[in-house]
T-cell receptor
């Protein structure tokens, strides 16, 4: 059973460009969570999704950030018009229920 | 949200030594996990332990939910144990709250 997969593993963008981060949950998991880790800090919750629904986006910045988890395909975290402060590691986690969360390897975003 | 404090923030050990990492949290929790973030940034699940005691090889963990703390024990430490150890807790909501981690360096 493959683990949570994220791609790309590293992403470089110039200020003003768009970043798209993908997350494929573990097989059989319908709950997806996105977290952001700034350098030297712990992870901070961004958004929780189930298939086709955003359940909790209380940790998402109000502008430029959006997330989706379509019926088919991976979950996408989209950042529009990136700024240097968006540079961070973005982790996706999945779970079969609301219990244990299994984390992917993360996407390291660098904004130049 | 729930506040999570981890101690110590930094720890340097000689290979073979034992250590105890602590996680205090500010409110009742339904979920608690310990993770190891290796030097490559990958998060490894260590324990799912909202209460009680578990052991896995050289690692063990104990959570006393009524007193709002959890302990992670590392025995006979190895250089591959180096990295950052995070405690994360969840309540009836949808997210995990992470501590700021304990950075462990094991020297040969």
């Amino acid at each position: 059973n493959a683990g949570v997969m994220q791609n790309p593993r590293h992403l470089v963008r110039r200020r003003g460009q768009e970043a798209r981060l993908r997350c494929s949950p573990m097989k059989g998991h319908s709950h997806v969570y996105w977290y952001r880790q700034l350098p030297e800090e712990g992870l901070k919750f961004m958004v929780y999704l189930q298939k086709e629904n955003i359940i909790d986006e209380s940790g998402m910045p109000k502008e430029r950030f959006s997330a989706e988890f379509p019926k088919e395909g991976p979950s996408i975290l989209r950042i529009q018009q990136v700024v240097r402060g968006d540079s961070a590691a973005y982790f996706c986690a999945s779970s079969p229920t609301r219990g244990t969360q299994y984390f992917g390897p993360g996407t390291r975003l660098l904004v130049l | 949200g729930i506040q999570v404090e981890q101690s110590p923030p930094d720890l340097i050990l000689q290979e073979g030594a034992n250590s105890t990492l602590r996680c205090n949290f500010s409110d009742s929790v339904n979920n608690l996990q310990w993770f190891h973030q290796n030097p490559w940034g990958q998060l490894i699940n260590l324990f799912y332990i909202p209460s009680g005691t578990k052991q896995n090889g050289r690692l063990s963990a104990t959570t006393v939910a009524t007193e709002r703390y959890s302990l992670l024990y590392i025995s006979s430490s190895q250089t591959t144990d180096s990295g950052v150890y995070f405690c994360a807790v969840g309540d009836t909501g949808n997210q995990f709250y992470f501590g700021t981690g304990t950075s462990l360096t094991v020297i040969p």
